[in-house]
Structures are given as structure tokens and as C-alpha cells.
């Protein structure tokens, strides 16, 4: 995976503006957060079926995942985040694991079919916008910590939420530096 841009913390998304593509999650309105990770994963699909299925799959440098598996990674993320922004609105401040899907899922997320992949984030960015849209005012300032050190709130996780979606296709598609 490549490096946060000059040791950058993505902890920071959920207040401040990813210094790499731009985006800044935390300045939308917060019931704008569901439609711009249904917009993400509509740009997910339209990338998805028309590029090359060789280039799908193909590692552009060492180091980087294959848009193929950025894709996945981009799904398991709104799926991920949407499960604790339930378990921070059921639960005070609690403690979750980072995710790591593991080197077999890794290789199976690039052998997938580029069709089930779009479906599949499309799925996951319903669902997400579904969650959000349940929320009541005051879930939005609760809390989870990852690994017990860093701090998010409902707000937060929504917003990196909608980040991953949005830059990680940027990453696919080699509009990022």
C-alpha cells in the first residue's frame, strides 16, 4: 500500500481537508455524506466497466495494490465503517480492531469479476447511506477508538468512510500523484 503523503495520519480526515487528492468530507453537510458515497461508488462502477480487464488487475508499481483491489478495499471500507457507526451508536467509546483482510483475500479480490465488484460497492454505499440516514443528531458525536488509540467520532467514521470510497478510485484510475 503506499504511504500517507508526508506521514499524513488518516485519523485527521474526520477535520481536515486528504492533503493528496483533496477531498474534505468534514466541511459537507452530514446528510450529504450517504449520497457522496452513493455518487463514489457510482464512479466506482462507470471505471469499473470500462477499463481494461488486464489493467484491472495488474500491479502499476511495487507496493501498490491492482484497482481491482483498491476496489475491494474501497467496498470493505464502507462496509467496515457502517458496522462501527452501529457499534459506536449501540456501544459508549467502543474499542475496534484496524482491518487487514489478509494476504488470500487480497488475491482473491483481484481474481474477482470487474461486474461484481461495481455491484458489490454499490451495495455497500446503500447500505452506508442507509445507516447514516437512521441516525439521530446526537449519535453523530459519539465515539469509537481503533485499536484503543485513535479517536473517532460517528461523524468521523462517516467521513473516512466516504474518503476511502472517493480516493481510493482516484488511486485505481492513476489520477492521484
Known amino acids: 500500500m503506499k504511504d500517507a503523503p508526508e506521514g499524513w495520519e488518516w485519523v485527521r480526515i474526520q477535520s481536515e481537508p486528504c492533503p493528496q487528492c483533496g477531498q474534505d468530507p468534514a466541511r459537507l453537510p452530514l446528510g450529504a455524506l450517504g449520497a457522496t458515497a452513493i455518487e463514489a461508488a457510482a464512479g466506482w462502477s462507470s471505471f469499473l466497466e470500462s477499463a481494461d480487464r488486464e489493467v484491472l488487475r495488474r500491479t502499476p508499481a511495487p507496493g501498490v495494490w491492482t484497482p481491482l483491489q483498491y476496489a475491494h478495499h474501497a467496498r470493505d471500507m464502507l462496509v467496515v465503517f457502517g458496522e462501527r457507526i452501529e457499534l459506536a451508536c449501540r456501544e459508549d467509546d467502543p474499542v475496534v480492531p484496524w482491518y487487514d483482510p489478509g494476504d488470500e483475500e487480497w488475491r482473491a479480490y483481484n481474481e474477482a469479476e470487474p461486474a461484481s465488484a461495481a455491484a458489490s460497492i454499490e451495495r455497500a454505499a446503500g447500505d452506508f447511506s442507509s445507516i447514516l440516514a437512521h441516525l439521530q443528531q446526537s449519535d453523530w458525536s459519539r465515539t469509537a477508538r481503533r485499536d484503543g488509540v485513535d479517536q473517532f ?25
Open 153 to 177: 467520532t460517528v461523524a468521523g467514521l462517516a467521513c473516512f468512510g466516504v474518503h476511502e470510497a472517493h480516493h481510493h478510485l482516484l488511486d485505481a484510475d492513476g489520477r492521484l500523484p
